[in-house]
């Protein structure tokens, strides 16, 4: 989650820096990782290896300060976020708005387009066994598969792919970085065989 609001400006060490006081402003103003590029064109800095050589020292300082806060690459740039130890308190105190779940539907169609793209409609449907044109447009309303190209075959059919969003919202450097598939079936098999032992271990009790 991005700690906007949690950062008191002017206070600490940070302020003591303008480069990294303007970096960590940018950081924060921002909705979406910023590649060191555009880091350097708003903060007014030499170049892309300048915009890195400051994040390092921001993120340096921030872990001086057991900040609450630290620098994230991912989706190709970089963003401001909480860190992880403190997201189920912040989840506690400010309830997740239910517009920003997805359904177990949207879960699965949205995993089949992550490790199956460019994919087709018609593929994502015979994997799940039912139509998904509603949860289609949901996941494309909220940005996180969009239209990658269209498919050759006869009617040149639309394939779907995951967005940058994706990646932010996933905290996913890139595609590369997505569990590989005997880790999800690993995962997926020991959780079986922890409920299959908990049932066997219930009926002794009866």
Not at 35 to 42: M, Q
Not at 49 to 56: C, T, W
Not at 85 to 92: G, Q, R, S, T
Request: overall charge neutral; glycine content about 10%; proline content about 4%.
């Amino acid at each position: 989650m991005a700690g906007a609001s949690q950062v008191v400006a002017g206070q600490g060490p940070l302020a003591r820096d303008g480069q990294v006081a303007l970096v960590e402003a940018a950081l924060l103003a921002a909705e979406e990782p910023l590649t060191t590029r555009k880091l350097a064109e708003v903060a007014s800095l030499k170049d892309s290896g300048e915009a890195r050589r400051l994040l390092r020292k921001l993120q340096h300082l921030y872990h001086r300060e057991s900040s609450a806060l630290h620098v994230v690459e991912l989706a190709g740039g970089f963003q401001l976020l909480t860190r992880p130890e403190y997201f189920d308190w912040l989840a506690n105190w400010r309830a997740l708005s239910p517009e920003g779940r997805l359904s177990s539907a949207a879960r699965e169609t949205l995993t089949i387009i992550a490790y199956r793209q460019p994919v087709m409609r018609a593929d994502i449907e015979a994997i799940r066994g039912v139509q998904c044109g509603d949860v289609l447009r949901l996941l494309m309303d909220r940005n996180l598969i969009r239209i990658a190209g269209r498919h050759p075959s006869l009617g040149r059919p639309v394939l779907y792919g995951t967005t940058r969003r994706f990646l932010q919202v996933f905290g996913l450097k890139s595609l590369e970085d997505l569990p590989l598939a005997d880790q999800i079936n690993n995962r997926t098999a020991a959780s079986q065989g922890s409920d299959a032992g908990a049932e066997g271990t219930t009926g002794a009790d009866g």
